[in-house]
């Protein structure tokens, strides 16, 4: 209900600081527009600040009041991608009537949500736009327009699948893919990018080590390394973690010596300077969660490598890579992190913009044409890197235990 609170409720003052919020989608004629669409001419030589006050002084209805707020709403254009493939059956011809399906039974929930699909040769295509509110914005700021598209690419092997990275479209392809599980074929075999079952620092590390791929030995797919210029570290959970084990620590720090039983309640809760500074060092790297880095020569650095032998991981990396793909061979910023960083789920990826010069005072916008090509074998490299990480874990915990045979007693 309170998301319609601004329609049905808006006094003079919410109009005047409607129309004095955004002079870009509510210009001086925008304003006199809706003047006049009221049978009301202002003068040409009327100040924005007066003619504000004129107009927010006339009644407003229920569709006039709309009319501003669909006027300032923003239009929130989402250019982060995420990645799954499908294995075992999976065909791109049988999702006309599975999306059909999902629609209909998503219609009488999510009311504002609009999915357009088509299929092509080997290819499936939504386009989904839905609208949000932002309830921290003001009330005729609080309308959000937003969209985003899930693509279904078929292949000798596998159907990948790129999508907008969203809550929402990722719970309309979620509906897409139990869907066809349900009603199609069972058997399909969905890949996610998920370390969340590896606790090793180096198996985790490795990831985003093959990504910007320093030494250029994955070179071949059309990246070649040019600079590492961001770094966040993440401390390692798995799914083997206990839940609890962060709120017992946290509580850890309440904790009293039971030698201070007979004294006041202040002293009781206070660790001698000794004892803090020997508990900070023994937990200064728990005590850590997230670490960033920005700058040069990163691929290096004393800093993260420390972090990353104390159980921490690259969870977001910013690197440049020269694209050999692409005419002129520019130079590529990309961006991949994870949604769940400390368990190492939900991959992201944003592929920002390419320069010519070493400077980057050059940077242009990235074409459609060269997204797909840039997007198809950064995928191929992330799943590349992911099943080398899946098959070291193999080899490391298939490794044959040697047994410690034990030399005879000597005799008395």
């Known amino acids: 209900m309170n998301k319609y609170q601004a329609t049905l409720f808006s006094t003079e003052s919410d109009i005047y600081t409607a129309l004095q919020s955004n002079k870009v989608k509510l210009s001086d004629n925008s304003i006199r527009e809706i003047a006049f669409n009221r049978g009301i001419l202002f003068s040409s030589n009327l100040e924005r600040d007066s003619l504000i006050?004129?107009?927010?002084?006339l009644p407003f209805s229920y569709s006039h009041v709309t009319s501003?707020?669909?006027?300032?709403?923003?239009?929130?254009?989402?250019?982060?991608?995420?990645?799954?493939?499908?294995?075992?059956?999976?065909?791109?011809?049988?999702?006309?009537?599975?999306?059909?399906?999902?629609k209909s039974e998503r219609k009488d929930k999510f009311k504002e949500e609009s999915i357009t699909h088509s299929g092509g040769?080997?290819?499936?295509?939504?386009?989904?736009?839905?609208?949000?509110?932002?309830?921290?914005?003001?009330?005729?700021q609080q309308k959000k327009l937003n969209g985003g598209k899930i693509i279904f690419i078929k292949s000798k092997h596998f159907t990948s699948v790129r999508f907008t990275q969203t809550k929402k479209i990722k719970s309309i392809l979620e509906d897409i893919l139990n869907y066809y599980?349900?009603?199609?074929?069972?058997?399909?075999?969905?890949?996610?990018?998920?370390?969340?079952?590896?606790?090793?620092?180096?198996?985790?590390n490795m990831f985003a080590k093959h990504l910007y791929d320093f030494d250029n030995r994955f070179s071949a797919d059309g990246f070649n390394y040019f600079g590492l210029e961001k770094v966040r570290l993440s401390r390692i959970k798995t799914i083997f973690d206990d839940e609890t084990d962060e709120l017992n620590?946290?509580?850890?720090?309440?904790?009293?010596?039971?030698?201070?039983?007979?004294?006041?309640?202040?002293?009781?809760?206070m660790l001698t300077k000794s004892e803090e500074n020997r508990k900070d060092e023994h937990n200064r790297v728990f005590k850590l969660n997230n670490a960033s880095y920005d700058g040069h020569s990163l691929v290096d650095a004393k800093q993260i490598e420390e972090l990353c032998n104390e159980g921490f991981?690259?969870?977001?990396?910013?690197?440049?890579?020269?694209?050999?793909?692409l005419s002129n061979n520019p130079i590529v910023t990309f961006e991949i992190g994870f949604e769940d960083k400390h368990f190492c789920r939900e991959v992201k990826i944003k592929i920002l913009h390419k320069q010519h010069s070493y400077s980057g005072?050059?940077?242009?916008?990235?074409?459609?044409?060269?997204?797909?090509?840039?997007?198809?074998?950064?995928?191929?490299?992330?799943f590349y890197a992911n099943d080398l990480i899946i098959e070291e874990l193999a080899r490391l915990t298939s490794a044959p235990i040697k047994s410690i045979n034990k030399e005879p007693e000597a005799e008395e």
């Not at 006050?53 to 002084?57: L, R």
């Not at 620590?249 to 809760?269: K, L, P």
């Open 181 to 204: 599980k349900a009603k199609v074929l069972d058997t399909i075999n969905i890949q996610h990018i998920d370390l969340a079952h590896i606790s090793d620092q180096n198996l985790r």
């Open 121 to 140: 040769l080997g290819t499936y295509i939504l386009e989904i736009t839905y609208t949000e509110y932002d309830f921290r914005r003001g009330k005729f």
């Open 53 to 57: 006050e004129k107009v927010s002084e």
């Open 361 to 382: 005072d050059d940077k242009e916008k990235i074409e459609p044409h060269e997204f797909d090509l840039i997007i198809k074998s950064l995928e191929d490299r992330i």
């Open 249 to 269: 620590n946290n509580s850890s720090d309440f904790n009293t010596d039971s030698e201070c039983d007979e004294e006041d309640e202040s002293s009781q809760a």
């Open 313 to 325: 991981y690259r969870s977001f990396i910013r690197w440049k890579s020269r694209v050999t793909l």
């Open 68 to 102: 501003i707020q669909d006027r300032l709403a923003t239009n929130t254009n989402h250019e982060i991608y995420s990645i799954l493939r499908i294995y075992e059956g999976f065909d791109v011809n049988n999702l006309y009537d599975v999306v059909e399906n999902v």
